[in-house]
């Protein structure tokens, strides 16, 4: 929960800043960057050793968010926001998306829980298929971006 929060917290203030317009960044770095903190995710599901992100996981999504938040500002500026709407679209937005990743935490380890409950192996295998599997894609989404920035360079 706190880190769910700490993400949140973090990407709410960035997608603020540039929203408002103080904060301005090309998306495809900024995409290249969220794609390679998807891969670390993977990376750390799949490591046992000790790491930051599994002592203070809240610091870590903290980070995580602040990026994130550009990547959700880019979504949103497409989209349009109206100006006179902008401070009730933010927290809206906000509050959607923490109330969104609490209930998909919740979900999600509800299922572990049974999952564990009746077959330990089988928990271990589907942790180790899903990080392969995002890390799969999100490395794809790396190579995609970065070549978007050599492009654009």
């Not at 603020?16 to 670390?40: K, N």
């Not at 995710?41 to 809240?58: F, G």
């Not at 006179?84 to 935490?105: C, K, M, T």
Request: charged letters at 10%; hydrophobic letters at 55%.
């Amino acid at each position: 929960i706190y880190a769910v929060t700490a993400f949140t917290i973090a990407h709410s203030i960035t997608l603020a800043l540039a929203v408002l317009g103080l904060l301005t960044l090309r998306s495809e770095p900024v995409e290249a960057c969220i794609a390679l903190s998807i891969v670390l995710l993977a990376h750390e599901v799949l490591t046992d050793s000790e790491t930051l992100s599994k002592r203070l996981p809240w610091l870590v999504a903290f980070g995580f968010g602040l990026l994130h938040g550009l990547g959700f500002a880019g979504a949103l500026q497409e989209v349009g926001l109206p100006d006179s709407q902008l401070p009730i679209a933010l927290v809206s937005f906000n509050v959607g998306v923490e109330v969104g990743q609490l209930l998909f935490v919740w979900v999600v380890w509800q299922g572990i829980q049974w999952i564990r409950v009746r077959n330990e192996a089988w928990g271990r295998n589907i942790r180790t298929c899903t990080a392969y599997g995002m890390g799969t894609v999100a490395v794809y989404w790396v190579i995609e971006r970065v070549g978007l920035v050599l492009s654009l360079a």
